[in-house]
């Protein structure tokens, strides 16, 4: 079963709205989970480095006031788009890996399809 | 920086035909090594994985050697199947075991398989 659960899975919304993306780990702690976006028919661009506790680590060229990141507890972390506009609209997926586990992959969601009207 | 890259797509077989799809990496350090699968509208699964040299990772008929000589980690299957369509990406992590490190991605490799 799913290790990992992302919500919603789509969401369709209007220009300025901001949408909340959930990243969940289920039956494991996970001090660090991660953002990625796929945009069709291309790779995954990781976006931010969720650390529980702490501020997340964005990578270069991501806005972090655009795309702010909350990781309030051990099993789960947040990803709201502000202001969504259309060039907003893509695939999100979130991923943990099992705290304290080595050789340990990471787990991914099912990803959340963002579309802005 | 670490980078991963594999073998452009989309790769069209019928079916049980043999697979390969090309993956090399370049790495600093001594990274772990990675396949994912991605379904149409799905997130990732990892396939297999393999986390030193020499090691050899498989799963669902699918397999991969970790080749440090040449920075190679490409995945075969000996005889795919019209199920096995669907994008497949190679992957590294910045640390041993991926214990919490982030994954670098390949472009991901579209694999069709026809009946």
């Known amino acids: 079963g799913a290790v990992v659960s992302q919500h919603p899975s789509w969401v369709i919304c209007k220009s300025g709205t901001s949408v909340k993306i959930e990243c969940r780990s289920l039956d494991f702690q996970a001090t660090t989970m991660f953002w990625y976006r796929q945009f069709p028919k291309q790779s995954l661009m990781l976006m931010a480095t969720?650390?529980?506790?702490?501020?997340?680590?964005?990578e270069q060229g991501v806005e972090k006031d655009k795309f702010l990141i909350n990781h309030a507890s051990l099993t789960l972390s947040t990803l709201t788009v502000t202001s969504a506009h259309p060039e907003d609209s893509s695939f999100y997926i979130c991923s943990a890996g099992r705290t304290g586990f080595s050789n340990q992959p990471q787990h991914f969601g099912d990803g959340t399809r963002l579309s802005i009207l | 920086g670490d980078s991963v890259t594999q073998m452009e797509g989309p790769v069209t077989l019928s079916e049980e035909a043999f697979l390969t799809i090309n993956c090399t990496y370049t790495?600093?350090?001594?990274?772990?090594l990675f396949w994912y699968v991605q379904y149409p509208g799905e997130g990732l699964q990892l396939l297999l994985k393999?986390?030193?040299?020499?090691d050899k990772g498989s799963n669902k008929g699918f397999e991969a050697t970790y080749r440090k000589e040449t920075t190679s980690f490409h995945l075969e299957k000996g005889s795919v199947q019209v199920s096995d369509s669907a994008v497949y990406f190679c992957?590294?992590?910045?640390?041993?075991?991926?214990?919490?490190?982030?994954?670098?991605f390949g472009q991901g490799t579209e694999l069709s398989v026809k009946p």
């Open positions: 992957a590294l992590s910045d640390r041993l075991g991926n214990q919490g490190g982030k994954l670098i």
């Open positions: 969720s650390n529980e506790g702490s501020k997340a680590t964005y």
């Open positions: 393999a986390t030193k040299a020499d």
């Open positions: 790495a600093t350090g001594y990274p772990s």
